[in-house]
T-cell receptor, first 113, second 113 residues
Framework: AQSVTQLDSQVPVFEEAPVELRCNYS??????LFWYVQYPNQGLQLLLK??????LVESINGFEAEFNKSQTSFHLRKPSVHISDTAEYFC???????????FGAGTRLTVKP | DTAVSQTPKYLVTQMGNDKSIKCEQN?????MYWYKQDSKKFLKIMFS???????INETVPNRFSPKSPDKAHLNLHINSLELGDSAVYFC????????????FGEGSWLTVV
């Protein structure tokens, strides 16, 4: 079975500061990795995903994540955050032959002015 | 048009009642899910259906019964509601390929009083 650990439950940062949200996974087989974002009182939206190929993946709003197989990590980064980035961020993993998607516990990113 | 739509969005009901949450997707996906998000934002898969067939059934009380009349619909019926059932329930869908994104509905906020 696969599992996902998000190491920080809350990350407060000031506007325009860089941020890293950490995610580690465990699985004995190949996996697909995802980051979802949940804005207040809304559903989850896909931010970015890693399937194969380049280990660095980017989203349209400036986030990026790097798949590191040796460290079994998929940390999410943004060089300069905005107030509007305040949300809950979920790391998720699916195994290569499995329909099931497992989520981490979430990281609450709060961007302060 | 909403890709994954679920109704009702908000539901307040008394303990012991029976209630249903409906979900429909217009993405042509063959796999649908129900996830439960508790007050601490933790997301847990409850059920998954592929082509109307149950493929994932996590440890969920048998008061919860999913029903899939066709590939585009997956409804959740809950009998004898308990206080601990209060949560946000998310419907989601995807194609069968595990590398594909899971698309989520906006959520149904269930409060049992």
């Amino acid at each position: 079975a696969q599992s996902v650990t998000q190491l920080d439950s809350q990350v407060p940062v000031f506007e325009e500061a860089p941020v890293e949200l950490r995610c580690n996974y465990s699985s004995s087989v190949s996996v697909y990795l995802f980051w979802y974002v949940q804005y207040p009182n809304q559903g989850l939206q896909l931010l970015l995903k890693y399937l194969s190929g380049s280990t660095l993946v980017e989203s349209i709003n400036g986030f990026e994540a790097e798949f590191n197989k040796s460290q079994t990590s998929f940390h999410l980064r943004k060089p300069s955050v905005h107030i509007s980035d305040t949300a809950e961020y979920f790391c998720a993993v699916r195994r290569g032959n499995n329909n099931d998607m497992r989520f981490g516990a979430g990281t609450r990113l709060t961007v302060k002015p | 048009d909403t890709a994954v739509s679920q109704t009702p969005k908000y539901l307040v009901t008394q303990m012991g009642n029976d209630k249903s949450i409906k979900c429909e997707q217009n993405l042509g996906h063959d796999t649908m899910y129900w996830y439960k998000q508790d007050s601490k934002k933790f997301l847990k898969i409850m059920f998954s259906y592929n082509n109307k067939e149950l493929i994932i059934n996590e440890t969920v009380p048998n008061r919860f019964s999913p029903k899939s009349p066709d590939k585009a619909h997956l409804n959740l019926h809950i009998n004898s509601l308990e206080l601990g059932d209060s949560a946000v329930y998310f419907c989601a869908s995807s194609t069968g390929n595990s590398g594909n994104t899971i698309y989520f509905g906006e959520g149904s906020w269930l409060t049992v009083v």
